[in-house]
């Protein structure tokens, strides 16, 4: 069930990198750590992370839900106390108050209510008692709620034997009172400059290739296209305004294709210095796609689209077949358009292939995926459910290319993020939201590794990931940096 896994390197690594952007610090003298909370960017998880101040490494890391405003480490025990929360947006201040354990890494959220409470202010009084400013319930009929909150103590004998979810809305009853809400990024901001002066924020990778002479393309929130060099230093950028997520590589691997947004079009520029070579106008949105004969390809844009790289076909779902009420797949054949249309040119003739879901009473979101040699798909997705995701909702599927017929099916709990295809290892790599890497034979779907990817002693999740090579893996992290991996 195990297979090799080494990360080899870490590129465009920094200090705090694990934090993003900081907007909360409190340092612990005594031991010699500093708590950072982080802004990330777009749909991730905030994230608190812990280092030893003698060398900045990363010792423990939580992932929170709402945006954080205090931070209190425990006097005597390896705790650190997390208070987060923010306005739902039409009447309750919702959070979570949540405790680190410095030594095991594990994380317990302990407000009983599956909302909580906005936590604005945490502070030890000794090892038993911790005292909470709390922002109101809601606002209803009450203005001041964005001014003033509540002063609760919470008193545990062993805060570390404190179970989940303990923490009944009872005891945070309190006074009420004045309570402000300082914005600690400025002086997080300085106190970390003050540490090392190598610190940049950074957004989750979206995509990442490798070219030939070992320079890599990574596709950033800040840019469209970024070209680091093997020595990691960024060879040149294109900055991500006006511009999509995703970029291809031309088939004579001297420039790069990237879909800009508006006006919808398609931008070529040179692999050397990133320089514009041209440009044209789309008739419409499209995302851009890789494919297996080389240069690029168009698709519908469609929200949720299955997004399959380097196809012999090119792949949009959902789209409803005439007189047929179930979603279903459907494909072009590019290479029908002359060379020198692509990617500029969309294909016009899909044909219908399968029912996007093999199961009729469930209703299937696609997700990344890969196409075989033999033209079979492997693709993750969710099952639909008003409820949210359930246990085993999410999957990862491989189906023939004559009807869809499922060849086997992976599920788990959590979605995946990234997913490629090593040919020579017949092997299939999946990245997970919740740090998992996963690796499954593409021939039976058979588990040969499963387990956290970590990075010094914390998890990192993976948002892309692509097999540059046979036994090789290439990934790009919520933090901004990537990992390049032997298999």
Known sequence: MTSAFRIDRVLADRPFAEACDPVLAVPDERRGLLAVAGRAVGPWPQPVAVYRTADLACVALARCRFPVHALAFHPDLPLLAIGTGSYDGGYFFEGELLLLDLESGAAVSLFEHW????????????????????????????????????????????????????????????????????????????????????????????????????????????????????????????????????????????????????????????????????????????????????????????????????????????????????????????????AEDRPYRPSDRYRGCFPLSWDPAQTHLPGPGVELPDGSLVYAGTVHDGHGLQPGGSFVVRRGPADGTPRWVFRTDRPATALDLDVDRDAVHLAYDDAELVTLSATDGTVRRRGPLTVGRVAVVATALTVPGPGRLLLGTTDGRVLSCTT
């Open 115 to 338: 909302s909580g409470r906005q936590v604005l202010g945490l502070e030890w009084l000794d090892g038993r008692s911790l005292r909470l400013l709390l922002a109101p319930p809601d606002d209803w009929r009450d203005r001041a709620a964005w001014q003033e909150g509540h002063l609760a103590e919470l008193h545990r004998d062993d805060w570390r034997a404190v179970a989940p979810a303990s923490v009944p809305p009872a005891e945070l009853a309190g006074p009420r009172l004045a309570v402000p809400r300082p914005d600690g990024a400025a002086a997080a901001r300085l106190l970390l400059d003050g540490l090392h002066s190598g610190r940049e924020p950074r957004g989750p990778i979206g995509a990442v290739e490798e070219l030939a002479d070992g320079r890599l393309l990574l596709a950033t929130p800040e840019a469209a296209v970024e070209c680091r060099t093997p020595s990691d230093t960024v060879a040149w950028s294109l900055r991500r305004e006006g511009y999509g997520g995703e970029f291809a590589v031309a088939a004579d691997r001297r420039s790069v294709f990237v879909r800009a947004a508006e006006p919808p079009s398609v931008a070529e520029h040179s692999l050397t210095d990133g320089s514009l070579l041209a440009r044209r106008e789309l008739p419409g949105r499209f995302t851009l796609v890789a494919c297996a004969d080389g240069p690029p390809a168009l698709v519908p844009f469609r929200y949720g689209d299955l997004r399959i790289r380097r196809g012999r076909l090119v792949y949009t779902a959902p789209h409803r077949r005439p007189s047929q009420s179930e979603q279903w797949l459907v494909a072009a054949d590019p290479s029908q358009l002359p």
